[in-house]
C-alpha cells in the first residue's frame, strides 16, 4: 500500500504518517519545498512518480484568523492547489482513494449538533474555499470517477499544534506562567463560543480508517459529539498550575465573525467503529505536560 501524504509536516500530518507506518502503510510524506500544491507540474511530477494507491491532502491555509488576514491565499492553497492534485491523479492515478480534508467551518449556524445532510453556509473565507474543493470532489467524481472521500473535520488538538490556535495558546501561557513560579496573566480570544474538540491522534486513526476501507457516503464529519465552552476548557488548563492565572481579553484575537455553537453529529464513523473518543481532559494535560517539560 503505496500513501502518499501532502502536507506531511504540518500538525495533523505528523500524527497521520506515524498511524499510516505503523499500519504497514509506505508512506511517500511530502511537503514544500519537496512538492508545491500551487505548481501545478511539481504536483504531476510527483504523482506520476509515487503512482500511490491512497493520497491524503492536508496541505491548506488551515486557521480561520489567517484565511481572514489573507482571503486569496485561502482560495488559492485550498481551491487551487486541489484542483491541481486533481488533475494530476487523472493523469497519474485514476485509481488511487483520495482523502480531501474539509471543516466544520463549511456548516450554516445551528444550535444542534450537525450532521452531513445540514446546510453548507460559511461564514469565513477558509469555509468558502472548503466548500469550493467539496464541489470540485464532488465534480471529478462524475466526470472522472475518481475514488474521492471528503471530511468535515471539526476542531482538533494536540502537541505540536501551533499557538495561533485557541487551545494550544492557553496552554503554553498557563505553562509559562507555572514555570515561573510568580502569578500572572494570559490573554484570550471568545471564550463564550461552544466547540466540539477531539485529539489529534484521534483524528488521524479516522483518516486512515477511512482510506483503507470502503466507504459508503462521499462526506463524514470528524468530531467528537461533544461541545465544549471554550472558557471551560480555559479553567481545566488553569487547573493543572499551582499558581494564580488571571485572564485578559485581547481584542487581536476576537474574530471578525465568529459561530457561538458547533458540536459534531459524528453518527457515520461511530457506526462503522472508527472513533476512539479520548477525553479532551486527558489530551489538554498531555499538551500542559509537554509544554511544561519543554525547557
Known amino acids: 500500500m503505496k500513501t502518499l501524504v501532502i502536507g506531511a509536516k504540518g500538525f495533523v500530518g505528523n500524527y497521520l504518517v506515524s498511524e499510516l507506518k505503523d499500519a504497514g502503510h509506505?508512506?511517500?510524506?511530502?511537503?514544500?519545498?519537496?512538492?508545491?500544491?500551487?505548481?501545478?507540474?511539481?504536483?504531476?511530477?510527483?504523482?506520476?512518480?509515487?503512482?500511490?494507491?491512497?493520497?491524503?491532502?492536508?496541505?491548506?491555509?488551515?486557521s480561520v484568523g489567517m484565511s481572514w488576514k489573507n482571503p486569496s491565499a485561502a482560495i488559492q492553497v485550498n481551491v487551487v492547489g486541489t484542483l491541481n492534485l486533481l488533475d494530476a491523479i487523472v493523469k497519474h492515478a485514476p485509481r488511487a482513494k483520495t482523502l480531501l480534508i474539509g471543516s466544520?467551518?463549511?456548516?450554516?449556524?445551528?444550535?444542534?449538533?450537525?450532521?452531513?445532510?445540514?446546510?453548507?453556509?460559511?461564514?469565513?473565507?477558509y469555509g468558502i474555499s472548503k466548500i469550493a474543493q467539496e464541489n470540485f470532489a464532488s465534480l471529478y467524481r462524475q466526470k472522472?470517477?475518481?475514488?474521492i472521500v471528503c471530511t468535515r473535520s471539526f476542531n482538533h488538538t494536540g502537541v505540536g499544534q501551533r499557538t495561533t490556535f485557541a487551545l494550544p495558546s492557553f496552554v503554553q501561557q498557563v505553562a509559562d506562567i507555572e514555570k515561573s513560579g510568580t502569578p500572572g496573566t494570559i490573554k484570550v480570544g471568545n471564550l463564550e463560543a461552544y466547540r466540539d474538540f477531539s485529539d489529534v491522534r484521534d483524528i488521524a486513526h479516522v483518516y486512515r480508517m477511512l482510506l483503507e476501507?470502503?466507504?459508503?457516503?462521499?462526506?463524514?464529519?470528524?468530531?467528537?459529539?461533544?461541545?465544549?465552552?471554550?472558557?471551560?476548557?480555559?479553567?481545566?488548563?488553569i487547573g493543572f498550575a499551582s499558581v494564580k492565572i488571571d485572564v485578559a481579553q485581547d481584542p487581536e484575537k476576537m474574530r471578525p465573525v465568529d459561530v457561538p455553537y458547533q458540536c459534531c453529529d459524528n453518527s457515520r464513523i461511530v457506526k462503522l467503529g472508527y472513533w476512539k473518543?479520548?477525553?479532551?481532559?486527558?489530551t489538554l494535560k498531555w499538551m500542559f505536560d509537554y509544554e511544561l517539560a519543554r525547557p
Not at 504536483?43 to 488551515?62: C, G, H, M, Q, R
Request: charged share 30%; glycine share 6%.
Open 144 to 147: 472522472h470517477g475518481l475514488q
Open 277 to 282: 473518543g479520548t477525553k479532551i481532559e486527558d
Open 213 to 237: 476501507n470502503n466507504t459508503e457516503y462521499d462526506c463524514y464529519n470528524v468530531g467528537s459529539g461533544n461541545a465544549y465552552k471554550v472558557g471551560q476548557l480555559l479553567e481545566t488548563i
Open 26 to 62: 509506505e508512506v511517500f510524506a511530502v511537503d514544500i519545498p519537496e512538492m508545491d500544491l500551487l505548481d501545478k507540474g511539481s504536483v504531476e511530477k510527483t504523482v506520476e512518480s509515487v503512482k500511490p494507491d491512497y493520497i491524503v491532502n492536508l496541505a491548506a491555509i488551515s
Open 104 to 125: 466544520a467551518e463549511e456548516y450554516a449556524k445551528k444550535d444542534e449538533k450537525l450532521s452531513e445532510d445540514d446546510e453548507l453556509e460559511a461564514s469565513n473565507p
